[in-house]
């Protein structure tokens, strides 16, 4: 059965790093893309960053790029978002997904966030100040 469990979430003030882990499970990962995705109190889920891991793409939303990275650990079924300089802005709920690379379209790591097909239970990241 296909699991996906994220981990690394917590309190940080801005300008703190915190990074993310989602472990895979039950998939071989070198046929999917993972995604990050992140839903604030009150507001509609949204992309944050995927990889196409049998090429490494990668996408990132603007207001993340350059402070955020998302990587894959390839001795594990394990893929990283390293947060820096994070903000109150970025306090959210963040969810790992996985979507098989056959079926992924870019937009789901954008907006159509329903087309990514595993889910994990998600990890709270509060940037306070």
């Known amino acids: 059965q296909l699991r996906l469990v994220e981990s690394g979430g917590g309190l940080v003030q801005p300008g703190g790093s915190l990074r993310l882990s989602c472990a895979a499970s039950?998939?071989?990962?070198?046929?999917?893309?993972i995604g990050w995705f992140r839903q604030a109190p009150g507001k509609e889920r949204e992309g944050v960053s995927c990889?196409?891991?049998?090429?490494?793409?990668?996408y990132y939303l603007d207001s993340v790029k350059g402070r955020f990275t998302i990587s894959r650990d390839n001795t594990k079924d394990t893929v990283y978002l390293q947060m820096d300089n994070l903000k109150p802005e970025d306090t959210a709920v963040y969810y790992c997904?996985?979507?098989?690379?056959?079926?992924?379209?870019?937009?789901?790591?954008?907006?159509?966030?329903?087309?990514?097909?595993?889910w994990g239970q998600g990890a709270l990241v509060t940037v306070f100040s």
């Open positions: 997904a996985a979507d098989p690379v056959i079926d992924f379209k870019a937009n789901y790591c954008r907006y159509d966030y329903g087309g990514m097909d595993y």
């Open positions: 039950g998939l071989d990962l070198n046929n999917y893309v």
């Open positions: 990889i196409i891991i049998p090429n490494g793409s990668t």
